[in-house]
């Protein structure tokens, strides 16, 4: 499948999957980077449904979905898959991406010969679905400072010597539906708490200095003073 496929890169901030055209409802597969599947609602607000690291497969609900013509109100919905209710979903680039745009006709001619294709991605989309249950369940039941641990975590760079995170807080902030000065006011707070270290020169980040605590704090699990010290 991938013969057929087009390989893309994009920067941060790009819609790489708005659903506006046709071809948009292929399916992608992420090579490198890291995006985020998100839901915005008129108002402006957002948050994060999913997080997208290489080898996830993006758009496979849709992509099922229009593979049987014959319901077409499924169909319908497929086609206009980026408004959900009164909101919009799309799939935003966090860091430099790569991602690979799969032929929509080889992916049906392949899972057609191949049953056990069907089988892995009905698993990727169940994955996907108790990752988001999972999220829902924080976003309802945890506090702002145990969601932005999570999120910290999920977002952080490990392939240098020092754990960092390159997002801006506004972007953060739109992750925890939440807004920049509370995320700002939880970031001081850990920074004081000695378990982050934040560069505010040119190419800006968010070094994990106590990734165990900042681990235990997003399960909830407060450490005592001075554990991890």
Request: charged share 25%.
């Amino acid at each position: 499948m991938a013969e057929d496929g087009v390989l893309a890169t994009h920067a941060p901030g790009d819609l790489i999957f708005e659903g506006t055209d046709p071809g948009a409802l292929s399916p992608l597969l992420l090579v490198s980077g890291l995006a985020r599947t998100r839901l915005t609602q008129a108002s402006g607000r957002m948050v994060t449904v999913r997080y997208a690291r290489p080898g996830a497969i993006i758009g496979l609900v849709p992509f099922f979905i229009r593979m049987d013509p014959s319901r077409p109100r499924l169909t319908n919905w497929a086609t206009s898959w980026r408004q959900v209710g009164g909101e919009s979903r799309d799939v935003e680039v966090l860091q430099k991406t790569v991602v690979l745009h799969l032929n929509v006709n080889r992916v049906r001619a392949a899972m057609t010969t191949h049953p056990d294709l069907v089988m892995l991605c009905a698993r990727n989309i169940a994955e996907q679905l108790v990752a988001t249950q999972q999220r829902l369940a924080d976003e309802l039941f945890q506090p702002v400072r145990s969601r932005l641990a999570t999120h910290l975590l999920t977002l952080a760079d490990r392939s240098g010597a020092v754990i960092v995170v390159r997002v801006s807080h506004e972007a953060i902030a739109g992750a925890l539906g939440s807004v920049r000065e509370v995320v700002s006011r939880q970031l001081k707070q850990l920074e004081r708490e000695g378990i982050l270290r934040r560069s505010d020169g040119a190419g800006r980040y968010i070094e994990i200095v106590k990734p165990e605590v900042l681990r235990q704090i997003a399960l909830g699990e407060e450490p005592l003073l001075g554990e991890g010290r």
